[in-house]
């Protein structure tokens, strides 16, 4: 990374911007006087260990700073976001969601704008981190972005805006899905009897290890799903009861319902 570019996070305190920015420090992508985060409220201690970031309470003075911005307020935050000239024309990385490139674009006066997705595992750095960008966005600043996001895990690029609505949904929400899957599971232990923390430990490595087994063997999920009914023991009784009582559907209902959400407010 150049050491001269500096790069500038809007709400870099919240739950992603800090997490983005925490990131970069610690792999050594940007070094302390090369970032520069703002809040409303003002500084936390989130940058603790690194004294040299530079902590603002104004955004046009963040924009002044920065070579380029990331964007991590809520959406409904968005109309009170004020650059000022200085940020006129730099380039935007906007991790908001129901945000569009245009509406992102006409509040921060740049057409350079990229449209990224985090999720919550970005604080552990094993976000899936897809990002689309616009027209104005060249080559090298596509590297650069790349770059950036990765410090959080795994990034691509997408070739089309609307995919970032829908990953909004799949990916972005994506950590409260398993977390609801976990819940019925330890609701259901614990209403057969199995003690609290033993219930906890075997929802939790049961979900680990099941995901990263599936990472691991890098098949279609169906193929395993379709090996353990074949094998005819419990798991396929199991499974043919959530498969009968339209699990499917219900996961595909909830996704329609965020992805609705993800697009609702686009002009
Ligand atoms: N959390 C998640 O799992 C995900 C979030 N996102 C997106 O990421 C974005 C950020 O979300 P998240 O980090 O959860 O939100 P948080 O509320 O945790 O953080 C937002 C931050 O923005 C700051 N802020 C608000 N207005 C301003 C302003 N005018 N100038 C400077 N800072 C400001 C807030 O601080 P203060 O109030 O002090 O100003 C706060 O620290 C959202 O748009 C969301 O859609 C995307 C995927 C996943
Ligand atoms: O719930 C939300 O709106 C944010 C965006 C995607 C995930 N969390």
């Not at 050491?3 to 919240?14: R, T």
């Amino acid at each position: 990374m150049s050491q001269k570019m500096v790069l500038g996070i809007v709400g870099g305190h919240g739950w992603m911007g800090r997490s983005l920015g925490i990131a970069l420090l610690e792999r050594n992508i940007l070094s302390a006087d090369q970032l520069v985060v703002s809040s409303r409220s003002g500084a936390s201690d989130a940058y603790c260990n690194w004294p040299d970031v530079r902590c603002v309470r104004d955004n046009r003075e963040l924009a002044a700073l920065a070579d380029v911005i990331v964007l991590s307020v809520r959406p409904q935050d968005l109309a009170g976001i004020d650059i000022g000239d200085a940020g006129k024309g730099k380039l935007i990385i906007s991790l908001l969601a129901m945000a569009s490139v245009k509406q992102v674009a006409h509040q921060l006066g740049s057409d350079r704008v990229v449209r990224a997705m985090p999720n919550a595992a970005a604080k552990i750095r094993r976000a899936w981190f897809p990002w689309f960008a616009a027209e104005g966005v060249n080559p090298s600043e596509r590297q650069l972005v790349q770059e950036l996001l990765e410090s959080c895990g795994m990034a691509r690029e997408l070739p089309a805006e609307r995919d970032i609505d829908y990953l909004t949904a799949l990916s972005g929400a994506g950590p409260a899905w398993p977390a609801l899957l976990a819940k019925a599971m330890l609701e259901h232990a614990q209403t057969n009897g199995i003690p609290d923390d033993i219930a906890l430990e075997a929802v939790m490595q049961t979900l680990v290890g099941g995901s990263q087994l599936l990472e691991h063997l890098g098949s279609d999920p169906g193929d395993m799903v379709e090996r353990l009914i074949n094998y005819d023991g419990t798991t396929a009784k199991g499974l043919s009861e959530m498969i009968n009582g339209r699990l499917s559907d219900v996961v595909k209902h909830g996704l329609d319902a965020a992805h609705r959400a993800a697009c609702s407010p686009r002009k």
